[in-house]
């Protein structure tokens, strides 16, 4: 109160605040971007609450989104870790570095389309080995195991629970508000949280050593295949040939958190463009027409492929555009007070980037709920889409890293997809079409339930490929 008594600014609007509570009660348990969304209808693009004193501001336009984030990103400053962290993952994901794993992403999409084709029921966890699997080699040259076998990976299963564990997390976000609660004994009752975080504690560094350490065994043995840990770990050796404990560290932090950001992300994408298609076969049959004008019926794409592929490549956008699978971006914190409009926004104050909204605005993008990839395929105008690589992966210093991968990745399994199968929903017992789900989780990354549905090979070439891609395999094993 003083602070801002100094400065003589108004907050930025918003909802009235209680005392001591503040606006504690206007925040919804779930779908806060929503929410974010309507109160702009009343105080306009910049939201500001305060609950429990902990201010929070939410951005619902692009243009405000851009001033804030990109031009001022000095606002929101990062610390030396993740700092280096953004350099490690910048060398391996930065544009002219992915196209070096474009064959491992083909590679590992025949494996997905086999999955499909053979245990279509588990269709989710096909679509998902396939980003672990291509990060996993990118990070450890390490090759996951098939789902189809029903082998389970003991990485991927640790690195599942434990980015499932990161998500439950989020029920104790009451304890940034009440930190004192941290100090309850664990018999305490509700103090679950602490047995919890000393579980997570402990899968999180197993999850960040365990394959870590592996790759520096098979390092020692020569056998370890040239990847993000075997490169880090030669360009941070000291003078005796050893790397530092410290800088061991951050490799393998920096390692599991590409594994962790690139799953989700990547196969939450690649479930919603089923789902689109679920919900309009339309898509799919003009999609698929494309693909089979320009590569003939049968053939699978390749990257090369990609720039003769508009259509495709709109429903890439309208997948990221239509049902945003980080709708507030990640939370970030000012570090110092600042003054934005002539309305003060007080250091450490909680920035949410409203992307869901941004994204929905009806301005520009008539009929926001609409699946409709032909917006993307209009001519460029002022008030036309935003691309939606400019606000779905971040602004600023903080923007994802990892979004020419994941572009790349969500191409090539979309349209390898398409053009093999023919996916429709599947009837239930009484003949009757069974409605897809839309039930997402409301956690930060967003997960996409599996609906019930039927993959149909659309020709016995792209079998044939499949199949002799699944016999070379078992040769080659
Ligand atoms: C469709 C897929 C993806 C989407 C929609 C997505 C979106 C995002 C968003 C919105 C952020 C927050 C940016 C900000 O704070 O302003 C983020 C951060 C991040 N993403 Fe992604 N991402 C995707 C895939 C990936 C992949 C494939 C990787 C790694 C290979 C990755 C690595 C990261 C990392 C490490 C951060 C944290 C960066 C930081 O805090 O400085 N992401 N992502």
Redesign the pocket.
């Known amino acids: 109160y003083l602070r801002r008594r100094k400065h003589g600014l108004p907050y930025p609007p918003g909802p009235k605040p209680l005392p001591i509570i503040g606006n504690a009660l206007d925040l919804p348990e779930s779908h806060l971007w929503l929410k974010a969304g309507e109160w702009s209808k009343t105080y306009g693009d910049l939201v500001f609450l305060k609950a429990f004193g902990q201010p929070m501001l939410f951005i619902n336009s692009y243009d405000i989104a851009f001033d804030l984030?990109e031009r001022r990103s000095g606002f929101l400053p990062?610390g030396e870790r993740?700092r280096k962290?953004?350099a490690m993952?910048h060398k391996f994901?930065q544009p002219i570095v992915v196209p070096e794993y474009h064959s491992i992403m083909e590679n590992e999409v025949l494996k997905m389309l086999r999955g499909l084709r053979e245990d279509p029921e588990q269709y989710d966890k096909h679509v998902r080995r396939f980003?672990g699997a291509v990060?996993m080699k990118n990070v450890y040259g390490y090759e996951v195991k098939n789902v189809v076998k029903n082998e389970n990976d003991p990485y991927v299963a640790m690195g599942e629970a434990c980015i499932s564990g990161a998500f439950d997390v989020e029920d104790y976000l009451f304890l940034d508000f009440f930190p004192w609660m941290r100090f309850l004994p664990e018999w305490f009752p509700g103090a679950s949280f602490i047995g919890e975080g000393k579980k997570m504690r402990k899968l999180s560094r197993a999850v960040q050593f365990d394959a870590h350490n592996m790759t520096k065994e098979r390092m020692k043995k020569g056998e370890a295949p040239i990847c993000m840990t075997t490169v880090l770990l030669e360009d941070h050796k000291e003078k005796d040939g050893n790397v530092s404990a410290e800088e061991d560290l951050h490799i393998a932090s920096a390692s599991a958190?590409?594994y962790a950001?690139?799953v989700d992300?990547?196969a939450?994408?690649i479930m919603t463009f089923i789902l689109a298609v679920l919900e309009d076969q339309e898509i799919q049959r003009k999609g698929q027409e494309e693909l089979d004008r320009v590569l003939g019926k049968g053939c699978l794409p390749t990257f090369a492929d990609r720039e003769s592929l508009p259509y495709v490549q709109a429903i890439c956008y309208e997948v990221?555009r239509w049902e945003?699978?980080?709708p507030l971006?990640?939370v970030?914190a000012t570090s110092a007070d600042d003054v934005y409009n002539g309305q003060f926004i007080p250091a450490g104050t909680m920035v949410f980037?409203n992307?869901w909204h941004i994204l929905h605005d009806p301005v520009r993008f008539p009929e926001p709920d609409a699946f409709k990839p032909e917006r993307w395929l209009e001519p460029e105008s002022e008030h036309g889409p935003i691309p939606v690589h400019k606000v779905?992966?971040?602004?600023?210093?903080?923007?994802?890293?990892?979004?020419h991968?994941?572009d790349n990745?969500?191409f090539i399994a979309i349209a390898s997809i398409l053009a093999s199968f023919n996916i429709e929903r599947a009837k239930d017992a009484n003949g009757m079409l069974i409605q897809p789900t839309h039930n997402y989780s409301a956690k930060t990354v967003r997960h996409l339930d599996p609906s019930k549905c039927v993959f149909t090979p659309r020709t016995s070439k792209v079998v044939d490929t499949v199949r002799m891609y699944s016999m070379q395999q078992r040769y080659e094993s």
Do not use: D, E, K
């Open positions: 984030l990062y993740m962290y953004r993952f994901f980003p990060v958190i590409a950001a690139a992300t990547t939450s994408t990221i945003p699978i980080l971006g990640l970030h980037g992307t779905a992966f971040g602004f600023g210093r903080r923007i994802c890293p990892g979004r991968w994941a990745a969500v």
